[in-house]
Protein backbone atom coordinates (compact mmCIF):
# COMPACT_ATOMS: atom_id res chain seq x y z
CA UNK A 1 0.00 0.00 0.00
CA UNK A 2 3.04 2.36 0.86
CA UNK A 3 5.20 1.95 -2.69
CA UNK A 4 1.46 1.81 -4.48
CA UNK A 5 0.31 4.82 -2.95
CA UNK A 6 3.70 6.95 -3.59
CA UNK A 7 3.32 5.55 -7.25
CA UNK A 8 0.46 7.26 -7.39
CA UNK A 9 1.29 10.67 -5.90
CA UNK A 10 4.27 11.13 -7.17
CA UNK A 11 2.72 12.27 -10.75
CA UNK A 12 -0.07 14.32 -9.26
CA UNK A 13 1.28 17.95 -9.17
CA UNK A 14 2.80 17.56 -12.51
CA UNK A 15 0.16 16.06 -14.67
CA UNK A 16 -1.17 19.53 -15.81
CA UNK A 17 2.25 20.97 -16.62
CA UNK A 18 2.81 18.12 -18.31
CA UNK A 19 -0.51 17.80 -20.17
CA UNK A 20 -0.01 21.33 -21.25
CA UNK A 21 3.47 21.48 -23.07
CA UNK A 22 2.87 17.60 -24.42
CA UNK A 23 -0.70 19.18 -26.58
CA UNK A 24 -1.32 22.53 -26.52
CA UNK A 25 -5.50 21.81 -27.77
CA UNK A 26 -5.25 20.11 -23.98
CA UNK A 27 -7.81 22.72 -21.84
CA UNK A 28 -8.73 22.47 -18.06
CA UNK A 29 -11.69 20.63 -18.75
CA UNK A 30 -9.74 17.91 -20.21
CA UNK A 31 -7.58 18.09 -17.39
CA UNK A 32 -10.68 16.80 -15.20
CA UNK A 33 -10.93 13.98 -17.50
CA UNK A 34 -7.38 12.77 -16.99
CA UNK A 35 -7.59 13.09 -13.09
CA UNK A 36 -10.90 11.77 -13.21
CA UNK A 37 -9.75 8.63 -15.16
CA UNK A 38 -7.99 7.07 -12.41
CA UNK A 39 -11.01 6.83 -10.37
CA UNK A 40 -12.63 4.95 -13.52
CA UNK A 41 -10.24 2.86 -14.29
CA UNK A 42 -10.08 1.82 -10.37
CA UNK A 43 -13.72 1.59 -10.14
CA UNK A 44 -14.13 -0.73 -12.78
CA UNK A 45 -11.24 -2.93 -11.78
CA UNK A 46 -11.83 -3.26 -8.09
CA UNK A 47 -14.58 -6.16 -8.07
CA UNK A 48 -12.81 -7.80 -11.24
CA UNK A 49 -10.06 -8.23 -9.08
CA UNK A 50 -11.93 -8.79 -6.26
CA UNK A 51 -14.02 -11.91 -7.89
CA UNK A 52 -10.58 -13.24 -9.24
CA UNK A 53 -9.13 -13.16 -5.78
CA UNK A 54 -12.27 -15.13 -3.81
CA UNK A 55 -11.14 -18.02 -6.40
CA UNK A 56 -7.12 -18.09 -6.98
CA UNK A 57 -4.24 -17.07 -5.14
CA UNK A 58 -4.27 -13.58 -4.23
CA UNK A 59 -0.97 -13.22 -5.84
CA UNK A 60 -2.09 -13.82 -8.84
CA UNK A 61 -4.23 -10.21 -9.31
CA UNK A 62 -1.82 -8.54 -7.23
CA UNK A 63 0.85 -9.48 -9.68
CA UNK A 64 -1.38 -8.95 -13.16
CA UNK A 65 -2.85 -5.94 -11.41
CA UNK A 66 0.64 -4.15 -10.65
CA UNK A 67 2.61 -5.26 -13.70
CA UNK A 68 -0.45 -3.16 -15.87
CA UNK A 69 0.48 0.49 -13.39
CA UNK A 70 4.05 -0.56 -14.02
CA UNK A 71 3.29 -0.83 -18.24
CA UNK A 72 0.58 2.20 -17.77
CA UNK A 73 3.70 4.26 -15.94
CA UNK A 74 6.33 3.78 -18.77
CA UNK A 75 3.41 4.41 -21.50
CA UNK A 76 3.01 7.95 -19.47
CA UNK A 77 6.91 8.82 -20.27
CA UNK A 78 6.55 8.26 -23.83
CA UNK A 79 2.98 9.86 -23.93
CA UNK A 80 5.12 13.02 -25.63
CA UNK A 81 6.86 11.33 -28.71
CA UNK A 82 3.78 10.42 -30.75
CA UNK A 83 3.40 13.49 -33.90
CA UNK A 84 -0.27 13.95 -32.56
CA UNK A 85 -2.99 12.87 -30.09
CA UNK A 86 -0.51 13.05 -26.78
CA UNK A 87 -3.33 14.31 -24.59
CA UNK A 88 -5.43 11.15 -25.61
CA UNK A 89 -2.45 8.78 -24.91
CA UNK A 90 -1.98 10.61 -21.44
CA UNK A 91 -5.85 10.16 -20.55
CA UNK A 92 -5.64 6.12 -21.25
CA UNK A 93 -1.98 6.41 -19.11
CA UNK A 94 -3.74 7.53 -16.52
CA UNK A 95 -7.04 5.69 -16.47
CA UNK A 96 -4.88 2.12 -17.08
CA UNK A 97 -2.76 3.13 -13.66
CA UNK A 98 -6.33 3.64 -12.08
CA UNK A 99 -7.19 0.02 -13.44
CA UNK A 100 -3.83 -1.28 -11.68
CA UNK A 101 -5.12 0.30 -8.35
CA UNK A 102 -8.09 -1.69 -8.63
CA UNK A 103 -5.82 -4.33 -6.22
CA UNK A 104 -6.67 -1.98 -3.42
CA UNK A 105 -10.02 -4.21 -3.08
CA UNK A 106 -7.65 -7.64 -2.76
CA UNK A 107 -5.19 -6.07 -0.15
CA UNK A 108 -7.92 -5.00 1.90
CA UNK A 109 -9.48 -8.45 0.93
CA UNK A 110 -6.00 -10.05 2.21
CA UNK A 111 -6.01 -8.42 6.13
CA UNK A 112 -9.78 -8.78 6.46
CA UNK A 113 -9.04 -12.90 5.94
CA UNK A 114 -4.88 -13.21 7.33
CA UNK A 115 -6.40 -11.05 10.81
CA UNK A 116 -8.43 -12.11 14.20
CA UNK A 117 -11.17 -9.69 14.94
CA UNK A 118 -9.35 -8.56 17.59
CA UNK A 119 -6.50 -7.35 15.36
CA UNK A 120 -8.36 -6.52 12.48
CA UNK A 121 -8.90 -3.09 13.45
CA UNK A 122 -4.82 -2.44 14.25
CA UNK A 123 -4.29 -4.05 10.98
CA UNK A 124 -6.73 -1.84 8.65
CA UNK A 125 -5.16 0.81 10.97
CA UNK A 126 -1.53 0.06 10.30
CA UNK A 127 -2.23 -0.30 6.19
CA UNK A 128 -4.32 3.24 6.05
CA UNK A 129 -1.32 4.69 8.01
CA UNK A 130 1.14 3.40 5.76
CA UNK A 131 -1.27 4.38 2.36
CA UNK A 132 -0.98 8.01 3.53
CA UNK A 133 2.52 8.12 4.74
CA UNK A 134 3.18 7.19 1.00
CA UNK A 135 0.39 10.04 -0.38
CA UNK A 136 2.91 12.71 1.93
CA UNK A 137 6.46 11.35 0.36
CA UNK A 138 5.23 11.44 -3.46
CA UNK A 139 4.83 15.09 -3.75
CA UNK A 140 8.01 15.43 -1.84
CA UNK A 141 10.03 13.30 -4.23
CA UNK A 142 7.79 15.17 -7.09
CA UNK A 143 9.47 18.40 -6.02
CA UNK A 144 13.54 16.46 -6.02
CA UNK A 145 12.90 15.72 -9.44
CA UNK A 146 12.01 19.38 -10.49
CA UNK A 147 15.83 20.17 -10.03
CA UNK A 148 16.32 18.15 -13.35
CA UNK A 149 14.22 20.71 -15.36
CA UNK A 150 11.69 20.19 -18.25
CA UNK A 151 14.62 19.86 -20.85
CA UNK A 152 16.18 16.83 -18.67
CA UNK A 153 18.54 14.22 -21.00
CA UNK A 154 17.14 12.09 -23.28
CA UNK A 155 18.20 8.63 -24.58
CA UNK A 156 17.94 8.19 -28.49
CA UNK A 157 18.54 4.68 -28.61
CA UNK A 158 14.73 4.12 -27.08
CA UNK A 159 13.40 7.53 -27.58
CA UNK A 160 13.12 8.14 -24.16
CA UNK A 161 13.22 11.63 -22.61
CA UNK A 162 14.37 11.67 -18.77
CA UNK A 163 12.95 15.05 -17.05
CA UNK A 164 10.74 16.72 -14.03
CA UNK A 165 7.48 14.87 -16.16
CA UNK A 166 8.98 11.21 -16.87
CA UNK A 167 11.26 10.87 -13.40
CA UNK A 168 8.45 10.57 -11.04
CA UNK A 169 6.80 7.93 -13.15
CA UNK A 170 9.85 6.27 -13.74
CA UNK A 171 10.56 5.62 -10.57
CA UNK A 172 6.63 4.64 -10.53
CA UNK A 173 7.15 2.03 -12.27
CA UNK A 174 10.73 1.14 -10.95
CA UNK A 175 8.66 1.01 -7.73
CA UNK A 176 6.21 -1.32 -9.06
CA UNK A 177 8.48 -4.00 -10.37
CA UNK A 178 10.20 -4.17 -6.78
CA UNK A 179 6.77 -4.74 -5.53
CA UNK A 180 6.13 -7.49 -7.65
CA UNK A 181 9.20 -8.84 -6.82
CA UNK A 182 7.98 -8.68 -2.72
CA UNK A 183 4.78 -10.44 -3.53
CA UNK A 184 6.19 -13.44 -5.30
CA UNK A 185 9.12 -13.95 -2.86
CA UNK A 186 7.86 -13.08 0.80
CA UNK A 187 3.83 -12.91 0.49
CA UNK A 188 2.32 -16.12 1.64
CA UNK A 189 -1.72 -17.23 1.35
CA UNK A 190 -3.05 -16.76 4.98
CA UNK A 191 -6.60 -17.50 5.87
CA UNK A 192 -7.88 -17.53 9.73
CA UNK A 193 -11.33 -17.33 11.29
CA UNK A 194 -12.76 -14.59 13.08
CA UNK A 195 -11.09 -16.41 16.51
CA UNK A 196 -7.59 -16.63 15.14
CA UNK A 197 -7.66 -19.93 14.33
CA UNK A 198 -6.32 -21.00 10.65
CA UNK A 199 -9.12 -22.33 8.00
CA UNK A 200 -9.22 -24.20 4.87
CA UNK A 201 -9.33 -21.65 1.72
CA UNK A 202 -9.07 -21.90 -1.22
CA UNK A 203 -6.32 -18.77 -1.04
CA UNK A 204 -4.45 -20.77 1.29
CA UNK A 205 -1.97 -23.65 -0.11
CA UNK A 206 -0.26 -24.72 2.72
CA UNK A 207 -1.15 -28.02 5.21
CA UNK A 208 -2.37 -27.40 8.63
CA UNK A 209 -3.52 -29.73 11.28
CA UNK A 210 -5.41 -27.34 13.07
CA UNK A 211 -7.81 -26.13 9.91
CA UNK A 212 -11.59 -25.38 10.88
CA UNK A 213 -14.03 -24.64 7.88
CA UNK A 214 -15.37 -21.54 7.31
CA UNK A 215 -18.35 -20.92 8.91
CA UNK A 216 -21.65 -20.84 6.17
CA UNK A 217 -24.46 -18.30 6.72
CA UNK A 218 -26.35 -15.30 5.59
CA UNK A 219 -24.41 -11.71 5.70
CA UNK A 220 -26.41 -8.85 6.81
CA UNK A 221 -26.95 -7.48 3.19
CA UNK A 222 -28.68 -4.22 4.78
CA UNK A 223 -25.71 -3.29 6.87
CA UNK A 224 -23.04 -4.23 3.60
CA UNK A 225 -25.45 -1.26 1.82
CA UNK A 226 -25.62 1.01 4.42
CA UNK A 227 -21.82 0.91 4.79
CA UNK A 228 -21.34 1.25 1.36
CA UNK A 229 -23.50 4.44 1.45
CA UNK A 230 -20.92 5.54 4.20
CA UNK A 231 -17.71 5.31 2.74
CA UNK A 232 -19.01 7.05 -0.05
CA UNK A 233 -20.33 9.88 1.30
CA UNK A 234 -17.06 9.93 3.69
CA UNK A 235 -14.92 9.54 0.26
CA UNK A 236 -17.01 12.24 -1.44
CA UNK A 237 -16.52 14.68 1.36
CA UNK A 238 -13.15 14.47 1.11
CA UNK A 239 -12.88 14.47 -2.31
CA UNK A 240 -15.02 17.72 -2.56
CA UNK A 241 -12.68 19.21 0.29
CA UNK A 242 -9.21 18.57 -1.73
CA UNK A 243 -10.87 20.28 -4.42
CA UNK A 244 -11.77 23.53 -3.56
CA UNK A 245 -9.13 23.90 -0.98
CA UNK A 246 -7.38 25.92 -3.73
CA UNK A 247 -9.96 27.68 -5.21
CA UNK A 248 -11.54 28.70 -1.83
CA UNK A 249 -8.05 29.98 -0.67
CA UNK A 250 -7.10 31.85 -3.78
CA UNK A 251 -11.07 33.98 -3.81
CA UNK A 252 -11.08 34.58 -0.08
CA UNK A 253 -7.16 35.26 0.40
CA UNK A 254 -6.25 36.75 -3.05
CA UNK A 255 -3.60 34.23 -3.44
CA UNK A 256 -1.63 33.93 -6.45
CA UNK A 257 -1.52 30.49 -8.11
CA UNK A 258 2.64 30.42 -6.73
CA UNK A 259 1.00 30.85 -3.05
CA UNK A 260 -1.93 28.54 -3.38
CA UNK A 261 -0.11 25.41 -4.78
CA UNK A 262 2.71 26.49 -2.07
CA UNK A 263 0.46 27.09 1.15
CA UNK A 264 -1.98 24.85 0.07
CA UNK A 265 0.57 21.85 -0.40
CA UNK A 266 1.82 22.81 2.73
CA UNK A 267 -1.81 22.26 4.51
CA UNK A 268 -2.05 19.20 2.97
CA UNK A 269 0.63 17.29 3.61
CA UNK A 270 -0.09 18.76 7.42
CA UNK A 271 -3.50 16.79 7.24
CA UNK A 272 -1.53 13.96 6.11
CA UNK A 273 0.99 13.77 8.72
CA UNK A 274 -2.03 13.94 11.29
CA UNK A 275 -4.01 11.61 9.44
CA UNK A 276 -0.84 9.19 10.48
CA UNK A 277 -1.18 10.46 13.76
CA UNK A 278 -4.99 9.52 14.02
CA UNK A 279 -4.52 6.16 12.29
CA UNK A 280 -2.08 5.35 15.34
CA UNK A 281 -4.25 6.42 18.12
CA UNK A 282 -7.57 4.87 16.69
CA UNK A 283 -5.71 1.21 17.39
CA UNK A 284 -5.91 2.26 20.87
CA UNK A 285 -9.15 4.12 21.58
CA UNK A 286 -11.15 1.28 18.97
CA UNK A 287 -10.35 -1.03 22.43
CA UNK A 288 -11.95 1.10 24.59
CA UNK A 289 -15.34 2.65 22.95
CA UNK A 290 -15.50 0.59 20.17
CA UNK A 291 -15.80 1.36 15.86
CA UNK A 292 -19.40 2.83 16.21
CA UNK A 293 -18.94 5.37 18.50
CA UNK A 294 -15.29 6.83 16.54
CA UNK A 295 -17.63 6.76 13.47
CA UNK A 296 -19.98 8.75 14.82
CA UNK A 297 -17.68 10.69 16.47
CA UNK A 298 -15.84 11.53 13.56
CA UNK A 299 -18.92 12.14 11.43
CA UNK A 300 -19.70 14.88 14.25
CA UNK A 301 -16.28 16.23 13.92
CA UNK A 302 -16.47 16.35 9.71
CA UNK A 303 -19.92 18.47 10.74
CA UNK A 304 -18.64 20.80 12.87
CA UNK A 305 -15.61 21.42 10.42
CA UNK A 306 -18.14 22.48 7.81
CA UNK A 307 -20.28 23.89 9.39
CA UNK A 308 -17.18 26.42 10.46
CA UNK A 309 -16.55 27.07 6.92
CA UNK A 310 -19.82 28.52 6.47
CA UNK A 311 -19.44 32.32 5.99
CA UNK A 312 -20.48 34.69 8.80
CA UNK A 313 -19.59 38.70 9.72
CA UNK A 314 -19.74 41.73 7.18
CA UNK A 315 -16.09 41.77 5.80
CA UNK A 316 -16.07 40.52 2.09
CA UNK A 317 -13.73 39.03 0.23
CA UNK A 318 -10.73 40.96 -2.79
CA UNK A 319 -12.57 41.30 -6.18
CA UNK A 320 -10.41 40.87 -9.16
CA UNK A 321 -10.63 44.74 -10.31
CA UNK A 322 -9.43 43.79 -13.68
CA UNK A 323 -12.22 42.41 -14.58
CA UNK A 324 -14.77 44.76 -13.75
CA UNK A 325 -13.53 46.69 -17.02
CA UNK A 326 -15.58 44.31 -18.81
CA UNK A 327 -18.90 45.51 -17.33
CA UNK A 328 -19.43 42.36 -16.17
CA UNK A 329 -21.02 42.43 -13.10
CA UNK A 330 -24.57 40.65 -13.26
CA UNK A 331 -27.20 42.77 -11.35
CA UNK A 332 -24.64 45.37 -9.90
CA UNK A 333 -25.74 49.70 -10.53
CA UNK A 334 -23.13 51.98 -11.25
CA UNK A 335 -23.10 53.23 -7.75
CA UNK A 336 -22.12 49.66 -6.14
CA UNK A 337 -19.68 49.02 -8.73
CA UNK A 338 -18.02 52.67 -8.32
CA UNK A 339 -18.27 51.64 -4.64
CA UNK A 340 -16.32 48.51 -5.08
CA UNK A 341 -13.57 49.83 -7.21
CA UNK A 342 -12.99 52.78 -4.52
CA UNK A 343 -12.47 50.06 -1.91
CA UNK A 344 -10.32 47.38 -3.98
CA UNK A 345 -6.33 47.98 -3.68
CA UNK A 346 -4.51 47.25 -7.09
CA UNK A 347 -2.44 44.26 -7.08
CA UNK A 348 0.85 44.24 -9.14
CA UNK A 349 -0.05 43.92 -13.01
CA UNK A 350 2.70 41.12 -13.02
CA UNK A 351 1.25 38.30 -10.96
CA UNK A 352 -2.16 38.99 -12.87
CA UNK A 353 -5.54 39.39 -11.24
CA UNK A 354 -5.99 38.09 -7.74
CA UNK A 355 -8.96 37.52 -5.08
CA UNK A 356 -12.74 36.35 -6.05
CA UNK A 357 -13.67 36.77 -9.56
CA UNK A 358 -16.57 38.99 -9.92
CA UNK A 359 -18.27 36.93 -12.45
CA UNK A 360 -18.79 34.82 -9.54
CA UNK A 361 -21.77 37.17 -8.25
CA UNK A 362 -21.91 35.31 -5.10
CA UNK A 363 -18.61 37.16 -4.63
CA UNK A 364 -19.99 40.87 -4.00
CA UNK A 365 -22.51 39.68 -1.35
CA UNK A 366 -20.72 36.59 0.34
CA UNK A 367 -18.82 37.34 3.48
CA UNK A 368 -15.58 35.93 3.56
CA UNK A 369 -14.00 32.93 5.32
CA UNK A 370 -11.61 34.30 7.89
CA UNK A 371 -8.12 32.03 7.46
CA UNK A 372 -8.66 30.64 10.99
CA UNK A 373 -11.66 29.59 10.11
CA UNK A 374 -10.56 27.93 7.33
CA UNK A 375 -7.48 26.37 8.67
CA UNK A 376 -9.82 25.26 12.03
CA UNK A 377 -11.91 23.45 9.82
CA UNK A 378 -9.03 21.94 8.00
CA UNK A 379 -7.73 20.47 11.65
CA UNK A 380 -11.39 19.00 12.69
CA UNK A 381 -11.53 17.63 9.06
CA UNK A 382 -8.08 15.90 9.08
CA UNK A 383 -9.42 14.57 12.36
CA UNK A 384 -12.55 13.28 10.95
CA UNK A 385 -11.81 12.06 7.68
CA UNK A 386 -9.34 9.26 8.58
CA UNK A 387 -11.40 7.98 11.72
CA UNK A 388 -14.31 7.60 9.55
CA UNK A 389 -12.33 5.71 6.45
CA UNK A 390 -10.69 3.11 8.61
CA UNK A 391 -13.85 2.70 11.10
CA UNK A 392 -16.14 2.31 7.49
CA UNK A 393 -14.15 -0.58 5.82
CA UNK A 394 -12.96 -2.40 9.21
CA UNK A 395 -16.87 -2.75 10.26
CA UNK A 396 -17.47 -3.54 6.70
CA UNK A 397 -14.84 -6.65 6.81
CA UNK A 398 -16.27 -7.73 10.29
CA UNK A 399 -19.78 -7.54 8.73
CA UNK A 400 -18.53 -9.47 6.06
CA UNK A 401 -16.88 -12.45 8.11
CA UNK A 402 -14.72 -14.97 7.43
CA UNK A 403 -15.75 -16.06 3.99
CA UNK A 404 -13.73 -14.86 1.00
CA UNK A 405 -14.17 -10.65 0.76
CA UNK A 406 -12.82 -9.78 -2.78
CA UNK A 407 -16.02 -9.10 -4.38
CA UNK A 408 -17.47 -7.12 -1.69
CA UNK A 409 -14.26 -5.15 -1.03
CA UNK A 410 -14.10 -4.68 -4.92
CA UNK A 411 -17.51 -2.90 -4.58
CA UNK A 412 -16.37 -0.98 -1.18
CA UNK A 413 -13.34 0.20 -3.62
CA UNK A 414 -16.09 1.11 -6.47
CA UNK A 415 -18.32 3.14 -4.29
CA UNK A 416 -14.79 5.17 -2.95
CA UNK A 417 -13.89 5.30 -6.34
CA UNK A 418 -17.66 6.98 -7.49
CA UNK A 419 -17.17 9.70 -4.67
CA UNK A 420 -13.71 10.66 -5.80
CA UNK A 421 -15.10 11.48 -9.52
CA UNK A 422 -18.93 12.87 -8.29
CA UNK A 423 -17.38 14.66 -4.99
CA UNK A 424 -15.22 17.63 -7.18
CA UNK A 425 -17.48 17.81 -9.95
CA UNK A 426 -20.44 18.51 -7.34
CA UNK A 427 -18.57 21.15 -5.37
CA UNK A 428 -17.18 22.89 -8.49
CA UNK A 429 -20.60 23.57 -9.89
CA UNK A 430 -22.33 24.39 -6.81
CA UNK A 431 -19.00 26.66 -5.73
CA UNK A 432 -18.87 28.31 -8.87
CA UNK A 433 -22.71 29.02 -9.18
CA UNK A 434 -23.82 29.55 -5.55
CA UNK A 435 -21.05 30.38 -3.43
CA UNK A 436 -19.26 28.80 -0.47
CA UNK A 437 -22.82 29.19 1.80
CA UNK A 438 -24.76 26.99 -0.44
CA UNK A 439 -21.83 24.62 -0.93
CA UNK A 440 -20.82 23.85 3.02
CA UNK A 441 -24.45 24.22 3.26
CA UNK A 442 -25.32 21.27 1.30
CA UNK A 443 -22.09 18.77 2.64
CA UNK A 444 -23.57 20.04 6.38
CA UNK A 445 -26.77 18.55 5.18
CA UNK A 446 -25.38 15.37 3.49
CA UNK A 447 -23.52 14.48 6.93
CA UNK A 448 -26.46 15.42 8.99
CA UNK A 449 -28.54 12.48 6.41
CA UNK A 450 -25.64 10.23 6.91
CA UNK A 451 -25.60 10.39 11.11
CA UNK A 452 -29.11 9.56 10.74
CA UNK A 453 -28.18 6.83 8.64
CA UNK A 454 -25.98 5.21 11.02
CA UNK A 455 -27.86 5.79 13.97
CA UNK A 456 -30.91 3.42 11.99
CA UNK A 457 -28.61 0.28 11.03
CA UNK A 458 -26.27 1.12 14.13
CA UNK A 459 -27.36 -1.94 15.78
CA UNK A 460 -26.83 -3.98 12.49
CA UNK A 461 -23.20 -2.57 12.27
CA UNK A 462 -21.68 -6.07 14.18
CA UNK A 463 -19.63 -8.73 13.48
CA UNK A 464 -20.89 -11.87 11.43
CA UNK A 465 -19.29 -14.12 14.04
CA UNK A 466 -21.53 -12.15 16.62
CA UNK A 467 -25.07 -13.66 15.56
CA UNK A 468 -24.52 -15.68 12.61
CA UNK A 469 -22.77 -19.02 13.92
CA UNK A 470 -25.45 -19.34 16.95
CA UNK A 471 -28.06 -18.28 14.23
CA UNK A 472 -27.17 -21.32 12.63
CA UNK A 473 -27.20 -24.19 14.93
CA UNK A 474 -30.89 -23.02 16.44
CA UNK A 475 -33.35 -25.00 15.25
CA UNK A 476 -36.25 -23.24 13.17
CA UNK A 477 -38.67 -22.96 15.73
CA UNK A 478 -35.99 -21.65 17.90
CA UNK A 479 -34.97 -18.78 15.13
CA UNK A 480 -39.13 -17.97 15.12
CA UNK A 481 -39.28 -17.19 19.17
CA UNK A 482 -36.01 -15.16 18.87
CA UNK A 483 -37.46 -12.92 16.05
CA UNK A 484 -40.80 -12.42 17.60
CA UNK A 485 -39.08 -11.11 20.80
CA UNK A 486 -37.00 -8.47 18.58
CA UNK A 487 -40.29 -7.20 16.89
CA UNK A 488 -41.93 -7.28 20.05
CA UNK A 489 -38.86 -5.42 21.68
CA UNK A 490 -38.78 -7.28 24.98
CA UNK A 491 -35.92 -9.74 24.00
CA UNK A 492 -34.43 -10.31 27.23
CA UNK A 493 -31.54 -11.96 28.23
CA UNK A 494 -33.75 -14.61 30.47
CA UNK A 495 -36.13 -14.89 27.72
CA UNK A 496 -33.29 -15.59 24.85
CA UNK A 497 -31.67 -17.73 27.65
CA UNK A 498 -35.35 -20.07 28.00
CA UNK A 499 -34.98 -20.22 24.30
CA UNK A 500 -31.53 -21.45 23.34
CA UNK A 501 -31.76 -24.04 26.53
CA UNK A 502 -34.21 -25.47 25.02
CA UNK A 503 -32.38 -26.26 21.88
CA UNK A 504 -30.28 -28.13 24.17
CA UNK A 505 -27.53 -25.42 23.54
CA UNK A 506 -25.00 -24.61 26.29
CA UNK A 507 -26.19 -21.50 27.66
CA UNK A 508 -23.27 -20.49 29.41
CA UNK A 509 -21.22 -20.75 26.13
CA UNK A 510 -23.86 -18.47 24.19
Known amino acids: MFLSSVGFSIVIMSIWPYLQKIDQTADASFLGWVIASFSLGQMVASPIFGLWSNYRPRKEPLTVSIFISVAANCLYAYVQVPASHNKYYMLVARGLVGFGAGNVAVIRSYIAGATSLQERTSSMA???????????LGPVFQTCFALIGEKGVTWDTIKLQINMYTAPVLLGAFLGILNIILILTILREHHVDDSGRQCKNINFEEASTDEVQVPQGNIDQVAVVATNVLFFVILFIFALFETIVTPLTMDMYAWT???????????????????????MGIKLLSKKVGERAILLGGLIVVWVGF???????????????????????????????????????????NEGPTGCPVEQAWCLYTPMIHLAQFLTSAVLIGIGYPSCNVMSYTLYSKILGPKPQGVYMGWLTASGSAARILGPIFISQVYAAWGPRWAFSLVCGMVLLTITLLGVVSRRLIAF?????????LPKGARNQIKGLILAKNGTIKALRRIISAANLNTSNV
Not at 126 to 136: D, E, K, P, V, Y
Not at 264 to 279: K, R
Not at 321 to 347: A, M, Q, V, Y
Not at 465 to 473: D, E, N, Y
Open 126 to 136: NTSACQALGFI
Open 257 to 279: REQAVLYDGIILAALGVEAVIIF
Open 307 to 349: FILLPWGHQFPKIQWEDLHNNSIPNTTFGEIIITLWKIPREDH
Open 465 to 473: SAFSVLWLV
